[in-house]
């Protein structure tokens, strides 16, 4: 292994073609995720305040038990959609991942009784949708050119090198999956009150950005 | 040589598809018919896939199209939230001979052997697809918890087999006979359950 980009692989696990391995740099985000995913699980969440300008009028919004329970599991399963993307070493393992973590955001905020919330939920996931093709697309000319997807045997150095229409590809459907630095059109989104949760769709979305910029300068 | 060409061929077609189906979004505005084109744009992700033309390209389609129809699904709820549709008064296909006549039946029969016959994934596919058939021409109604129930079992089945499969090679058989039938039982039973209970209050 030549100089690979996260670190020497500290641990692998290779069981039927399920490919998982832990280099420093992605059992960093592993272990954020993972943080994170416990302190959706047991933090309570907080109730956004309406203030009035202008005067002194202030009130907190009602929101029903079951729509926080859902928002709640939509959060976690977001975390361990995260936890899979950080640590998975396939290529299109990532890449189911990635629009696992796409879903799920959407759904963190899809039970918020807000037309404007819902709407931009439903906007950003036809961007989500159309992602798929990028995404899976790069997926397949990494397989089609290299012919493997373990990223393990991509960070060997001894197979053909990785056409850049494919990281390019991969990279374009990351980000149409709503992924940092370019979630601004989540914005809306984030209008949905309920803390922790809410804070889920970012961080996702960062840490899928930082394993890709990993993935991409594998091949 | 002569693959390399052939795949590029497929690329360039398919790419072609793609932009086509991007074009159409572009210029569309309505909501609904965006979420239609969606269906299409679907397609050519997959095509891109399939044309590895290898096992390892049907082993990529069946989780590319699940991922694709889960998230048609949940967005098809987000919009009905969005447009406050709650009534849905179409509980069949709405078509005076399928509804009367014995076709439904026959066909579904045909499409159910046919896919027991193919057994695993396609053939749950086909089998379900069959079952689909009927439930949507019939306006079946009832309790399904029974088929919830035997595609959990089936699922099961499957999963002791993969189990089978690493830890006891030498029980191969069984584990294949195992897989087999647990799969297109639960691909069966899988899709014959989506559209007959979507949408239910399930209190």
Redesign the interface.
């Known amino acids: 292994m030549s100089d690979p980009i996260g670190g020497v692989p500290y641990y692998i696990l290779e069981f039927g073609d399920e490919l998982v391995y832990f280099t420093p740099y992605t059992i960093t985000l592993f272990l954020l995720a993972l943080t994170f995913t416990v302190l959706v699980i047991i933090s309570r969440p907080e109730r956004q305040m309406d203030i009035a300008f202008g005067g002194d009028a202030y009130g907190t919004k009602e929101i029903s038990l079951t729509e926080l329970q859902f928002r709640r599991f939509m959060a976690i399963a977001c975390g361990l959609a995260s936890m899979g993307a950080m640590v998975t070493g396939d290529i299109f393992n990532f890449t189911l991942f990635t629009a696992m973590v796409g879903i799920t955001n959407v759904g963190i905020v899809a039970a918020v009784k807000s037309h404007h919330v819902q709407d931009a939920a439903f906007q950003y996931g036809l961007v989500a949708l159309c992602a798929t093709v990028p995404l899976f697309g790069g997926a397949a000319v990494y397989a089609a050119s290299t012919g493997s997807l373990s990223m393990i045997e991509l960070m060997k150095g001894t197979l053909p090198a990785v056409p850049l229409i494919a990281k390019a590809l991969l990279v374009i459907g990351v980000v149409g999956e709503g992924m940092a630095p370019f979630y601004a059109a989540k914005a809306e989104m984030f209008r949905a009150p309920g803390a922790p949760y809410v804070i889920m769709c970012s961080l996702s979305s960062l840490l899928i950005f930082l394993r890709v910029v990993e993935v991409v300068m594998l091949g | 040589m002569t693959m390399w060409g052939q ?1 590029s061929y497929g ?1 360039l077609v398919v790419m072609v598809a ?1 932009i086509i189906a ?1 074009f159409a ?1 572009a210029r569309e505005y309505d ?1 609904f018919h ?2 239609l084109l ?1 269906d299409l ?2 397609i ?3 095509g ?2 399939a ?2 033309g290898t096992d ?2 049907e ?2 389609v069946l ?2 199209l699940t ?2 129809i ?3 699904l ?2 098809s ?3 009905c ?2 447009q406050g549709i709650k009534e849905r008064p179409v509980s069949r296909l709405n078509i005076e001979v399928v509804a009367i006549g014995d076709a439904p039946l026959i066909i579904s029969i045909f499409l159910v052997v046919y896919g027991i016959l193919l057994s695993g994934f396609t053939g749950g596919g086909v089998a379900g697809l069959g079952l689909v058939y009927f439930f949507a021409s019939r306006g079946y109604k009832e309790n399904l918890n029974m088929l919830e129930m035997a595609s959990g079992i089936s699922w099961a089945l499957w999963i002791f087999a ?1 189990f089978c ?2 830890f006891l090679p030498d029980y191969w058989f069984i584990a294949l006979m195992c897989a087999a039938v647990g799969i297109v039982l639960k691909v069966t039973v899988k899709m014959s359950l989506v559209g007959t209970m979507w949408g239910e209050n399930r209190e």
């Open positions: 795949y690329l793609a991007f979004l909501d965006k979420f969606l744009i679907e050519p992700s997959l891109v896939i044309l590895l390892l390209a082993a990529l989780p590319g991922v694709g889960a998230e048609q949940a967005l709820q987000i919009y939230v969005k993969f499969f690493m």
